[in-house]
């Protein structure tokens, strides 16, 4: 047994010097001292020697265990050098080259004119006003003087989750819900995101976005609201900007106009973008309905107001001289880039 034991020795230092990983090592202390080791199948020879033997074969079998555990931390330390060494050399970092860039975002167009116009009429003394997307019908068109059976209640043209709560088909309804808080001088703009059941084309989508306004005060006109509109496009499209106001009608205000853009694409001459007519409708607008200022307690007897709601999708149209709205919806990094 003290042959095997002395031979046992010299093979595992002869092998545990020849080990290249930790892998190979491992393998090795599994061999010579796992529970089912060479070491361990030589100790439960034991039983046969003498009672004289075994302590001296016990001493010498201790000794070689603590020969082979002490051969193993030390080639264990060798090899994790070695393996750190060579990983440090495969993953050496040439500092003298150039990094990679990061490429910074920027402002979707529609939120680049949307900012503009919210300074402008910022600059006009209106304030910013939000509400929800998702309305009841009596905020989006009772309290609008848009009775029941009024064509744009349909299920063709609007939204419905029930009989009374729907997507908003217009940021009108945040007019009412200020009005309702507070007394004139009123001077807002609400903008946000509508919905309506329109066919999908060059200037329509059934998801857009709005911008409606509100000024509500003693003494207010229609000239009022023609002189703030003509500001507006000025500022953004050029001095030389046309603008069209026609005679319509809207159940929340009266008297009622349309405004129309001449087309930016022909010049007025007619194209498919304005479908032939040479101009391009941007908005409703006109003075608030006395119904409406009724509902939301203020007497129309001292107090006048106009209203108007921007497409500001067309207006970004217009600004940047696109002829299509859907090239703003289809996230192609080739067309947002040049903005």
């Known amino acids: 047994m003290r042959e095997k034991l002395e031979a046992l020795k010299l093979s595992a230092e002869k092998e545990l010097n020849a080990a290249s990983s930790s892998q190979a090592l491992e393998a090795l202390r599994v061999r010579y001292l796992g529970k089912k080791g ?157 919905y309506r059941k329109d066919e999908v084309d060059a200037t329509h989508s059934p998801m857009f976005h709005q911008v409606e306004g509100l000024v509500v005060d003693k003494g207010i006109t229609m000239g009022d609201l023609k002189g703030t509109l003509d500001s507006l496009f000025k500022q953004i499209y050029g001095r030389d900007t046309r603008t069209r106001f026609r005679p319509h009608h809207f159940p929340f205000t009266e008297p009622s106009a349309e405004v129309d853009l001449m087309c930016f694409a022909c010049h007025g001459t007619g194209c498919r973008v304005c479908k032939g007519e040479g101009w391009i409708e941007m908005l409703g607008c006109g003075m608030v309905h006395p119904r409406v200022l009724e509902y939301c307690g203020i007497d129309p007897d001292v107090y006048s107001g106009f209203a108007f709601g921007l497409g500001t999708d067309r207006m970004t149209m217009r600004r940047y001289k696109v002829s299509d709205m859907r090239l703003f919806f289809e996230n192609d990094m080739r067309f947002l880039s040049q903005f």
């Open 38 to 194: 060479e070491l361990t199948s030589i100790l439960k020879q034991m039983g046969t020697l003498s009672a004289e033997e075994r302590p001296v074969i016990g001493a010498l079998a201790n000794e070689v265990r603590r020969f082979i555990e002490d051969a193993l931390e030390t080639r264990s330390e060798e090899i994790a050098a070695m393996e750190l060494e060579n990983r440090l050399k495969a993953e050496t970092l040439d500092v003298t080259l150039p990094g990679k860039r990061r490429h910074l975002g920027h402002k979707h167009p529609m939120s680049i004119l949307l900012d503009e116009v919210k300074d402008i009429f910022l600059g006009m003394g209106f304030e910013i006003a939000e509400g929800p997307e998702i309305e009841t019908t009596y905020y989006n068109f009772t309290a609008l003087n848009t009775p029941e059976g009024h064509p744009s209640r349909d299920m063709q043209d609007t939204f419905y989750f029930s009989d009374d709560v729907l997507l908003r088909t217009q940021t009108s309804s945040v007019q009412i819900r200020v009005m309702e808080k507070r007394r004139p001088p009123i001077r807002i703009i609400a903008p946000g995101r509508v």
